[in-house]
């Protein structure tokens, strides 16, 4: 049996390598570190990546570490269903310049597309049903028909840079507030790191980490984006800074509550006024909970709340694991941002039963528990945030497999 395996293995390996050598000869050039890239005014999210780099990382890791026999039949087949949609019309990517995922949450404009370069210059612009090419710039619109409304959007929030993209390197750009910031994405084989937007000195009060931790001066942009049937959102949308160490969490029988997290939160507002109107927006929208003097029952679950400050608000789920003194644990925190811990915390749930066998035909959750569980934590780092896989576990291969289960949806 176990040479039926080799055999079989050999096979896929053979007719995977006879491909590669066929469609894949622009490897023997290196490409140049410097590529161009555009720059999307409206756009929220963009990640740039040098598919020549990649791809011999994925080609390394897939067929000559990992030798997974099933995951490699799975990205054949989805390249198969791809080539035969024919939504770009055999335009052929230049695989030694940049590509661009971009995401554009606009209240006028709310689209994702993919910008690479063809090989073929069109000297007139050129649309299909999910494209449009202007010289070499495609732009693909995976999710949507193209019209002339999307060319003119195109050309007028477009503009363009020149940026290194090293191997092993991917780009992360966000716009906030009109102001275009840059993180570095890197990894070796078994660590990601991500460079950090500079935060400057910061002394506030922060939780003492525990479990998974995540704290953060919350941008005015993000807080504006809080949808508005959002049940919570009165205790959000006037928030300076938050301060959580999250758990776990577990299914309830609860209607109207059916999860229950398992977490501590310091959440600091803007000013003494901002904290009172938020407690009190709070009990007008939840006539029916049941609160004394520092608690508050939502459903089977009952919080433990405290002012700890004029503008900070303290709330656990669980006055006896969290805060046994009625006083919360805290520390300063010298930056901006600071995140520690087990990610595999925020996809743990207990007591599911199932309810769990539910969750996990879920491709979005089981990619991001299967994930998760494959790491041994995330930590800062000088000026970086290191995310750390398991011994055996590549970092390539690992986001490779969330991405193909994500692609389900």
């Not at 039926?4 to 293995?9: C, G």
């Not at 990601?192 to 939780?207: A, D, F, K, W, Y």
């Not at 700890?308 to 805060?323: A, H, N």
Request: include cysteine; proline fraction near 4%.
């Amino acid at each position: 049996m176990k040479r039926i395996k080799e055999i079989s293995y050999a096979l896929v390996l053979g007719t995977m390598v006879i491909v590669v050598v066929q469609t894949s000869l622009f490897l023997v050039t290196k490409p140049e570190d410097k590529q161009r890239i555009p720059v999307i005014s409206a756009a929220n999210l963009q990640l740039s990546a040098q598919p020549y780099y990649l791809i011999r990382q994925l080609l390394g890791s897939e067929l000559l570490e990992v030798k997974d026999q099933k995951f490699i039949q799975s990205i054949r087949s989805m390249l198969k269903r791809s080539k035969k949609q024919q939504s770009l019309d055999n335009i052929q990517l230049d695989f030694k310049k940049s590509v661009s995922i971009i995401l554009v949450n606009d209240p006028s404009y709310k689209k994702s597309l993919l910008h690479f370069h063809a090989v073929n210059q069109e000297v007139n612009p050129k649309q299909g049903k999910h494209y449009v090419q202007i010289g070499q710039d495609v732009f693909f619109f995976p999710n949507n028909t193209v019209n002339a409304a999307d060319v003119a959007w195109l050309k007028k929030h477009i503009s363009w840079q020149t940026i290194a993209i090293p191997d092993k390197q991917l780009i992360l750009s966000q716009q906030e507030d009109g102001i275009q910031r840059v993180q570095r994405i890197r990894w070796n084989q078994n660590e990601l790191h991500v460079s950090l937007l500079p935060t400057g000195e910061n002394r506030s009060l922060i939780l003492s980490p525990r479990y998974f931790h995540y704290s953060h001066e919350v941008p005015a942009h993000l807080l504006a984006r809080i949808p508005e049937d959002l049940k919570m959102r009165c205790l959000l949308v006037q928030l300076k800074r938050i301060s959580i160490n999250y758990e776990n969490g577990k299914l309830t029988e609860d209607e109207q509550f059916a999860f229950a997290p398992s977490f501590e939160a310091l959440l600091e507002y803007e000013s003494t006024q901002d904290l009172t109107i938020a407690l009190a927006q709070f009990k007008e929208d939840f006539p029916n909970l049941i609160w004394t003097e520092n608690t508050v029952q939502i459903g089977t679950q009952t919080y433990y709340l405290k002012e700890t400050s004029p503008k900070s608000l303290y709330i656990c789920s669980d006055k006896s694991k969290f805060c046994p003194s009625g006083i919360p644990t805290l520390t300063r925190c010298q930056t901006g941002f600071f995140c520690k811990g087990e990610l595999a915390r925020l996809t743990s749930i207990q007591n599911t039963g199932w309810a769990g066998l539910v969750l996990d035909m879920i491709p979005a959750f089981r990619a991001s528990k299967t994930l998760f569980d494959e790491t041994t934590g995330i930590r800062m780092h000088k000026d970086e945030l290191v995310l750390s896989f398991k011994k055996g576990h590549l970092v390539t291969h690992d986001f490779l497999q969330a991405f193909m289960a994500y692609n389900q949806e």
